[in-house]
């Protein structure tokens, strides 16, 4: 079973801990061995997806949205982005060089086509900017794709 992820970036330390604890109990969902997770490794949901896939015996695949992509995350999130794609089972690209929105909705667009399942960590609202959260869960429910959507009791985003 592949399950992708999509999410909100940049929640707070409090939501983050609300997040992790639902990941976790999503991922539980399923037999690990059989698990295989996607995402694009961005810091937030993705990377957090990505650790509890791994965490209960699961593997991964990553997506990388352009060449420039690791650039734009925060530097001290790179690290933590080098050593996922290092524990990747395989790694597929866009072919796009910019970092831009494009790139991350084509991105995300590839992710959708490999999955079984999206889990997105979403507040409901619309996307703050093209290729946001908003659109990734309204494409791939446009592709028929089921959604699992995660935003715990409590959790806000600024």
Do not use: N
């Not at 790179?78 to 597929?92: G, W």
């Not at 490999?114 to 309204?138: H, K, M, P, Q, S």
């Amino acid at each position: 079973m592949k399950v992708g992820i999509t999410g909100h970036r940049g929640l707070s330390v409090a939501v983050e801990k609300l997040v992790r604890a639902s990941l976790d109990a999503e991922v539980k969902k399923y037999e690990p061995t059989e698990l295989c997770g996607v995402s694009c490794v961005a810091d937030g949901p993705d990377t957090w997806f990505a650790e509890s896939v791994l965490a209960a015996g699961g593997r991964i695949e990553v997506v990388i949205p352009a060449d420039q992509y690791r650039d734009g995350l925060p530097p001290a999130h790179h690290a933590t982005y080098d050593a996922l794609l290092r524990r990747a089972v395989e790694v597929h690209d866009t072919g796009m060089g910019e970092s831009t929105s494009q790139a991350h909705m084509t991105g995300s667009e590839i992710l959708v086509g490999l999955v079984d399942r999206l889990i997105a960590v979403w507040d409901g609202e619309a996307a703050r900017g093209f290729g946001g959260t908003a659109d990734v869960v309204a494409y791939a429910r446009r592709m028929g794709m089921p959604v699992d959507i995660v935003w715990p009791g409590g959790a806000t985003r600024d």
